[in-house]
Structures are given as C-alpha cells and as structure tokens.
C-alpha cells in the first residue's frame, strides 16, 4: 500500500486495525495536553474509570492560560484541582502567567516529527508545523488516553495543497491561511487533513507555519500536517484532492464577521473604523508577529479613541521583546501588554468589547460573542494589517504603507 503522510504516522503506531481511509483503528499516543478549560472534565471522567495513575507522567502536561490571571473564585477553585492532580500524578504543569498552551509544547520540545499527539483543545493542530499528527478531542476521550495510552480514530482522508512561491510585502502566513478558509469554507475538510507541501525555493519560517496548521481546523480539518525531510508521503500515494497555492498570488485578506470563512481581500473594506486591536493568541501571538507590530508602531502613538493589547504567546516571548527593546517600543506606543496566555481571544477576562465595537484581532475565530460580546464585531487579520490599522483607527491595507 501506499501512504499519505498521515497515514504513515498512523500506521506506525497502529495497534490494531488496518490503515485505510474510513476505517477504525487503534493507536498508541505519544503526548497528550489539557488546558485549564477542559482538564477539570478530563480529570473527572479519568476518576469515573477508577484511574489510579495516568499511563506516562512525562507524557501528560496541562496548561493553565485561558482565565489567567484567574478572574473569579468559581475558576480559582479549578485552578486549584489541576495542581492538585498535577503533582499527584507528577506529570508536567504549566502554571498561570507560563503562556498558551500550544506554544509552551512547541517551545519545550514535546513533539517531535512523525509523533501523535492528542489535546483537548481544538487547535491542537498546530503541532502539525513540524510533520506530527496531531489533534483535538474531547475531555472524555482524553480521559482514556490517561488511563491507556492509547486510542481510536477513523483514518481520515487527506488534501494535498501544493505551496509555491514567496510572500510579497505587506503579506504573511496569516493572509494564505485566512485566503485557504475561503477557498475550502468552514465545513471543507471536515475529518481530513491538510497536508502541507512546501516547494524548495519557498521560504516559509517556522511560525508561519504553526500559523497556518493552527487555523487548519477553521475548515473542519481533524489535522494540518507539513511534510518535512524526515516525513514525506509514498509515491502515488492518494488524496481526495490537490490544490496548487502560490504565495506571490495572495494579497492581505480579513474574515469579517461572524465567520471564519467569511474572508475578503482587505482592499475590499478599506476605511472601516476600529475600536479596539487585539495582537496574541496561539495563532499569532509569537515573537516573530510582535516584532512585525512594533516595527510598525515604532515613533508611532496609537490614538486614544484605539485600544490596542497585547498577550504574548508565552513567558519567553515576554522575555525576549523586554530584552531587544520590543516591548517598550509597544509601550511607548500606547499599546497594552497582558499576561502571556489566551488574553481576550476566547472572552474569559480581559478585553471584552463593547456593544457595537468593532474589534481587529489576529486570532483565529470571530464567532459571534467570541471575545464575550455577542454585540461586538471580531475581524481576523495578520499582525501587519492590525497594526497599521490601529495607527489610523480605521481598516487599513498593509502594503500601502510599505
């Protein structure tokens, strides 16, 4: 037979089961995560199976960065659960203020290419920068993984997108992600995969792409996965289908509202007046998108009618825009710097728009209420086009100020 490079991955973990698309089979997991939102449940349900330890300790971590700082003594209470768990079972615990949970797995090296990787959180997907297979479910399924180590699936079918080309100026990887959501729509993928094929003379960094196998499951996707040099598919292997994209073919794109797939060249709504800049999130909330911004914003001030805040993706992150003189260019400028975690993007604290306002956010969903205003309108955009839009207080298109 002959793979994609999912279903390599798959197969060489396969415990039972023959790897074929629409069948089910059982694996074994590699690393699993559970982020302060969903660990309560995964904890209770594990206890409901009479679970007395967790099959690996060093294969487990929970991360607190949704409601952090903690917001309220219901949370508090949660919070104080998952330490709790954490240190009786010894497995790794990434505390409040340590960052999001998917840039913390990245940062501390517990993925690793050809890997499966489980985490009750949606937009686990991101892993699939560096050639892993990894994936949402829910906090009961995870659950037994705590207690076996392993678990079922359906072999999911693949869609091979071909990356050719480089980015113009103004451009990045939020705008091909954003442009990929459009072309396939929210329900597109629905239990495939994107399998992500970069041509040798595209330059394509790192972030950019946990960047776009983090909104890989905007489209329905059960994983975006990047074929690297350790992991590449079978000749003749077969995909339900193959899109070619070239880079220097994209232009700055924004999901308006209230859906993902709901993306339109920024061109087309130039003008539009903004209330509040939202910069972070495990979609770009990266050292990379903060200095995009404060290149932008440097000798810049944001004016008073903007509200612009800023949470970056991790502690490190923090760390390093204090030492290269990041962060205070984006002091200097007016901006608002929160707890490296989720910030504003899921509504839990901090940032909560009012009715009517108009909110550009670089995260990765502006469902309706998404920030915790069911009021408000959420825009999605790449750092660039959020910072120059933030200097103007209105919808502006990147290139025209390069």
């Known amino acids: 037979m002959t793979y994609t490079v999912v279903e390599k991955i798959i197969n060489s973990h396969c415990v ?31 206890k409901e199976m009479n679970g007395i330890h967790v099959f690996d300790a060093k294969k487990m971590a929970i991360v607190i960065d949704h409601a952090t700082p903690c917001p309220n003594n219901k949370i508090a209470n949660l919070h104080k659960n998952i330490r709790d768990f954490a240190y009786e ?140 040099f350790d992991i590449v598919p079978d000749d003749n292997a077969k995909y339900e289908k193959m899109i070619e994209i070239n880079l220097s073919k994209i232009e700055p794109m924004i999901a308006v509202p209230h859906y993902v797939d709901n993306v339109y060249p920024v061109s087309e709504y130039i003008g539009i007046p903004i209330d509040q800049v ?64 989720c910030g504003p993007c899921v509504g839990t604290l901090g940032g909560i728009p009012a009715d009517g306002e108009k909110v550009l956010s670089t995260s990765n969903r502006n469902f309706l209420g998404r920030m915790g205003n069911k009021e408000a309108e959420i825009y999605l955009c790449s750092p660039a086009t959020a910072a120059w839009s933030a200097l103007h207080g209105k919808l502006i298109d990147p290139r025209l100020e390069e």
């Open 16 to 46: 039972a089961g023959i790897v074929k698309p629409g069948n089910i089979v059982i694996v074994e997991v590699d690393f699993i995560m559970a982020s302060d939102t969903t660990a309560p449940i995964a904890i209770k349900a594990f």
């Open 89 to 228: 079972q010894e497995i790794i615990l990434y505390d409040e203020g340590e960052g999001i949970c998917h840039q913390l797995i990245y940062e501390n090296n517990h993925v690793k290419t050809g890997s499966i990787v489980l985490g009750a959180d949606s937009h686990t997907c991101t892993y699939g920068a560096w050639g892993s297979f990894s994936s949402g479910v829910g906090a009961t399924d995870l659950a037994g993984v705590m207690l076996t180590g392993k678990t079922w699936m359906k072999v999911p079918d693949s869609i091979l997108i071909n990356i050719k080309g480089n980015f113009n100026e103004g451009v990045f990887a939020k705008d091909l992600i954003l442009y990929l959501s459009r072309l396939i729509g929210a329900n597109g993928a629905s239990y495939k995969v994107l399998e992500f094929c970069v041509d040798k003379d595209t330059q394509l960094r790192m972030d950019e792409k946990l960047t776009i196998a983090n909104m890989s499951i905007e489209m329905g996707a059960k994983a975006g996965i990047f074929q690297t």
């Open 278 to 341: 939202f910069i972070g999130s495990c979609t770009n909330g990266r050292l990379e998108d903060l200095e995009v911004v404060a290149k932008i914003l440097k000798g810049k001030k944001i004016p008073k009618n903007v509200r612009m805040r800023i949470a970056p993706a991790s502690k490190k992150i923090l760390e390093k825009i204090s030492e290269n003189g990041v962060l205070n260019i984006l002091l200097q400028s007016g901006a608002i710097i929160l707890t490296p975690g």
